[in-house]
């Protein structure tokens, strides 16, 4: 029987990543005390390494999409839903 994937919350990858990053005991002993394999700690802590830089350089601008680009796309697809309801429409 296949076995169900385990799901672990930010904050216990979070308190993981922390003791792996301290390095204080081995990934064998952290794999143990936390029932994760020592794979997926590493995975998490590269993770980590990786996104450190980028979290603390400050804001970053996020691309916003303005409210008349929104509309403008929304209107769109209300036009392209029509037309193809009205295709139906005339083939039944």
């Known amino acids: 029987m296949a076995k169900k994937r385990q799901s672990h919350s930010a904050a216990f990858k979070?308190?993981?990543?922390?003791e792996a990053l301290r390095e204080q005991d081995?990934?064998?002993?952290?794999?143990s005390r936390h029932g994760v394999?020592?794979?997926v700690i590493s995975k998490?802590?590269?993770?980590a390494r990786?996104?450190?830089p980028s979290l603390l350089a400050g804001r970053q601008e996020s691309p916003r999409v303005s409210d008349?680009?929104?509309t403008a796309r929304l209107y769109e697809e209300i036009g392209r839903l029509k037309m193809e309801l009205d295709f139906?429409?005339?083939?039944?």
Do not use: P
């Open 14 to 18: 979070a308190k993981v990543v922390l």
């Open 37 to 39: 394999h020592a794979n």
């Open 50 to 52: 990786d996104g450190l």
């Open 88 to 92: 139906v429409k005339k083939t039944l």
């Open 44 to 47: 998490w802590k590269k993770t």
């Open 68 to 70: 008349e680009q929104l």
């Open 26 to 31: 081995t990934m064998a002993v952290l794999s």
